[in-house]
């Protein structure tokens, strides 16, 4: 029996730019065809390859721009690599970011049914989990208007409670668990982990190192975009610690 949630190998994918400061003049270029536009590529990601066990609870870290978010898309499908593989073994899988999904028109309570939908449930296996989805989102009467009313902080409390009421068999998590109020964190924070000790499959990009210690029994460490380091959370943050330390240092802070 295979074991492996999803197994990354050799994953690259780069961002083109205009390099250029007249923009307007570049994307005119580029359209009517009469010229090269200036562009540069960065490397979001690099030859990247790990392997995630069914059950593992994964924390993503590094620097900003070091390729965490980008990493989750396209591991979620909605960034396409240039080459490499990503090879998932289960059979849903959601990623849990602010507004991710949602149709902006549409209100809170439909925005419920097309995620859910949308991660292949149907109808009926929503509708046992709905009122439970709206309790927990603590949006109230709310629940009723369009998604682009909502703040930063309700459309996270909605995707959260969306995301772990319908239990997908992989949960992808970009930095959500700090928006909110510290009752709503707590709350959140505690229903993970009993979607942890449910050995559900839990991959988070998280900027505190504290949570990554209290959530996470495995480290993966990017850094422009390359795998520094991948294994046990207390060796790879202690070696994540002493390495912003270093880089602190060196700059005079």
């Not at 070091?66 to 960034?79: E, V, Y």
């Not at 849990?96 to 949602?102: K, V």
């Not at 970009?174 to 839990?202: C, M, N, W, Y």
């Amino acid at each position: 029996m295979n074991n492996t949630a999803i197994e990354v190998k050799n994953l690259n994918l780069k961002y083109k730019f205009i390099k250029s400061m007249n923009m307007k003049k570049e994307l005119v270029k580029m359209f009517m065809r009469d010229g090269e536009t200036r562009t540069k590529e960065v490397w979001a990601l690099k030859d990247v390859s790990f392997i995630i066990e069914k059950g593992s609870n994964v924390g993503i870290i590094g620097s900003n721009g070091s390729g965490k978010t980008t990493l989750l898309k396209t591991i979620a499908n909605i960034f396409q690599p240039d080459s490499g593989e990503i090879q998932v073994n289960q059979e849903s899988i959601s990623l849990l970011t602010l507004g991710a999904g949602f149709q902006p028109e549409l209100s809170g309570y439909e925005n419920i049914y097309l995620n859910g939908l949308t991660l292949g449930f149907t109808k009926k296996e929503i509708d046992k989990k709905l009122d439970e989805i709206i309790e927990f989102s603590e949006l109230g009467d709310f629940i009723y208007n369009p998604i682009r009313t909502y703040s930063s902080g309700m459309k996270s409390r909605l995707a959260f409670s969306i995301a772990i009421h319908i239990e997908p068999d992989i949960l992808l998590i970009d930095e959500v668990l700090g928006v909110g109020d510290q009752s709503f964190k707590d709350k959140s924070t505690a229903k993970l982990k009993e979607i942890i000790f449910q050995d559900r499959t839990v991959i988070m990009v998280s900027h505190s190192l504290s949570t990554i210690e209290d959530l996470c029994d495995t480290v993966l460490w990017l850094e422009k975009g390359i795998v520094k380091a991948y294994g046990p959370t207390e060796e790879i943050l202690e070696d994540y610690k002493e390495y912003m330390n270093n880089l602190r240092k060196k700059r005079g802070n």
